[in-house]
């Protein structure tokens, strides 16, 4: 078999002629210069920070750039699960602070409805990679920013049911008008003592000496301050909510009608005055018109003076 031969025109004679080896070997040496040049041009680019502007330099500047991306974005993803157990907890905490102001809790249906919505997805224009764990964080965060606004209502909502309910407390009939004796049995149907018939009393009598101090048990407005038949000079006081005292037998008063009381505060004496067996304080306990035993709205181990010493009330 014939070896290869090569040919190359030549203008000068007008014809072809053989290629010798020492041709070749030039040829041959003036690619390897030309590759060795371009490699040297490339890597001088590179130095120079991409001066020619062939790219090859930005080209692995953000190569490092995503994969630090991708770094980072990992790590925002571990802090935002961290701020979902958190939320979690922040949400547990909420129900138990609903129960201390008598609110329900919200339940894992209410809560899922409230923090729900369609997590849709948006292409970043990014690696398919990186565009699922951008989309993640994204839905995540709304998540977490829903979850937020359901906590915050609930908080507001536990704030303003305890300031009802701390006006509703101190309305609310809660320590003894006087002290002095009285049995848990004298509410309800007795024999009276007077009448010498059956029939229910609607109250508790304390008794104790004429001129013991009568406090008000709880903040309200005077309905009435004076004489009142049977009762003799009595006080009646209108709670709100549904509550209304009564303080009757008294010796005096110290309030008068349409006036705005505190719990503690003196509104009386004790005495012996209406239809009255001997001195003693009638007190009675009403809601929403129904007569209410006195002794279950009394906090024995609260006094008139402690509650007074630690409120500062004066006379």
Known sequence: MSRLKLY???KATLSFHELKWGKTKLTVFGIVT?????????EINQTNGDALGIG????NALLNENRVLKEHLRIVAGRIEVLEKKLAQINE???QLRLLVDLPKIDEDTRKAGIGGVEDRIDFTT?????DVLNALRNTVEKADRELQLQFKSYTEVVKHYETNRVKFARTPAIKPMNGYYTKRGFGMRLHPILDIYRKHEGLDIANDPGTPVYATADGTVELSGRHGGYGI????NHGYGY?????HLSKTYIKDG??????????RSGNTGLSSGPHLHYEVRFNGVSQNPSDYFFDDVTQEEFRAQKQISD
Do not use: D, H
Not at 244 to 248: D, G, Q, R, V
């Open 234 to 237: 009595m006080i009646q006081l």
């Open 56 to 59: 090859i330099a930005r080209t």
């Open 127 to 131: 690696s398919p990679e990186v565009n």
């Open 244 to 248: 209304k005292t009564l303080y009757a």
């Open 259 to 268: 006036e705005q009381v505190r719990r503690g505060a003196l509104i009386g």
């Open 8 to 10: 190359y025109f030549s």
């Open 93 to 95: 905490e909420g129900n």
């Open 34 to 42: 030309g590759i060795v040049l371009f490699w040297t041009t490339i």
